[in-house]
């Protein structure tokens, strides 16, 4: 189905962070937005404000009539509602274009210049900040984030003028063989989800097919020193970028009194004095990829340094929720053991003279099994690890696989501690500290406004 032909949208699990972006853009287009997911939240109550007709009950008759044209309808459902969902099977049984998430995204990056980022870890930061440095200056863009942006409170961009559409290229599934991007960054390839991949190798193909599909004229802007062997087409130009070589670099880095400065090293042109919005040292590196693509795609000096002045970071990356003399509180959603490295290793420099302390949910167990030891490694830079039992997400448990595997391996001279997630509040209560963590990316961030609270109270 082409965009133009689209009359209505149904989804099939309306409420996740990825789909609700989608709806918004369909909101924007005028069409009709309608769908079921499973219980209210937040986020279904707002898409209900902003115009989406939203059901709870697994209920055919709660379809809307104007959702009942196979010619004009598209449908997009998650992969987490389970195959014999009763609208799902009416859909498909009628005939309907029933379509994942990733494929709709991709369906946009062929009538749209689409901007993707992609990498096990980074895309999420890196987009949102290119997305912003675009959309402020006279390019403009579109963009569907995985996360919510401080400076939009959305996951979603709209642009009524600009062809040009930032979208984070999911891995898992192989979702982003579906897109087909003008230009892509590739921030890293460290292997995940070895319950869908199996081997590192595969995991690695994975993304080279993925840079095979950038579209000729377009551009690859990669990571220096990846293990994957990019596969681009002809006529699609390939830039290297790192932290300090590469095409695209940073020069005369200052650390100094909670801010960081930088002058952006570039082929097209180098821009002096760059300041961070949210100055924490990873983003000196997702800055140069957000700068690059940006840059690449007709933003000026002066856009881009506005543009990451002005940025202000993405809920649960990074997110400070205190910052004082007194006591230093962050939420991070890190749940790779690279991701996690990359973390500390940014506190560490931030905070050279305090105690850590990281409470740390391990996500699903297949990952924990596949790198408790890695795990253990990053987050032995810290001072003080707390482990909770590991978040399941959509996995069974597997046996002998525990959080205790990441706590038996902790380096010699680490504080650490295991703790049920319900007695956190109790822990946080009872201790005190200089600089505390939560760290992950399952539900122990629900925990977060309350600890903060017991935080604001107990140092005033």
Not at 434 to 460: F, M, T
């Amino acid at each position: 189905m082409e965009l133009k032909e689209i009359k209505a949208v149904y989804f099939v699990g309306a409420g996740g962070i990825g789909m609700s972006a989608i709806a918004r853009y369909f909101l924007h287009r005028g069409v009709v937005v309608a769908g079921y997911d499973k219980t209210p939240s937040a986020l279904t109550t707002q898409l209900e404000k902003e115009g989406m007709l939203i059901h709870y009950e697994e209920n055919i008759d709660e379809i809307p009539h104007a959702c009942r044209n196979q010619k004009s309808s598209l449908v997009i459902y998650t992969p987490a509602i389970p195959a014999d969902h009763k609208e799902l099977v009416y859909f498909r049984e009628n005939g309907f274009d029933v379509e994942k998430r990733a494929q709709v995204l991709g369906m946009l990056t062929r009538s749209h210049k689409g901007l993707c980022f992609a990498g096990t870890h980074g895309k999420t930061t890196t987009s949102t900040m290119c997305a912003h440095i675009m959309h402020q200056s006279h390019v403009d863009c579109n963009a569907f984030l995985g996360g919510i942006s401080k400076n939009y409170s959305s996951n979603y961009i709209l642009s009524k003028e600009s062809d040009f559409v930032v979208i984070e290229a999911d891995e898992f599934d192989r979702s982003f063989h579906w897109l087909r991007p003008w230009m892509s960054v590739i921030t890293s390839t460290d292997p995940d989800h070895l319950d869908i991949y199996g081997t590192k190798e595969a995991y690695l193909e994975s993304f080279a097919h993925y840079s095979s599909l950038i579209q000729p004229g377009g551009a690859l802007i990669i990571h220096k020193g990846l293990e994957m062997k990019a596969q681009v087409q002809p006529g699609v130009k390939v830039y290297e970028y790192s932290l300090d070589s590469g095409d695209f670099h940073a020069e005369n880095i200052v650390i100094e009194n909670g801010n960081i400065s930088f002058d952006f090293i570039s082929p097209i042109e180098t821009v002096r004095g760059v300041q961070l919005g949210q100055p924490v040292p990873i983003n000196i590196e997702n800055g140069i990829a957000a700068m690059a693509m940006a840059q690449l795609n007709g933003c000026s000096s002066e856009e881009l340094k506005y543009g990451m002045k002005t940025y202000r970071g993405v809920d649960r990356r990074f997110d400070f929720k205190i910052k004082n003399d007194k006591i230093v509180f962050l939420s991070d959603y890190a749940h790779h053991p690279k991701e996690i490295y990359q973390s500390a290793r940014s506190i560490r420099e931030l905070y050279r003279d305090k105690k850590i302390t990281v409470i740390f949910q391990p996500h699903l167990y297949t990952r924990t099994r596949d790198f408790y030891k890695d795990f253990a490694d990053s987050l032995s830079m810290l001072d003080e690890v707390v482990l909770c039992d590991i978040y399941p997400a959509r996995e069974e448990p597997i046996p002998g696989v525990t959080s205790q595997l990441i706590y038996d391996n902790l380096k010699e001279g680490v504080e650490k501690k295991m703790i049920h997630k319900e007695d956190v509040l109790s822990f946080v209560k009872d201790n005190d500290f200089e600089v505390l963590v939560v760290l992950g990316a399952g539900d122990l961030d629900n925990y977060v406004p309350q600890i903060e609270k017991i935080l604001q109270d107990k140092y005033k």
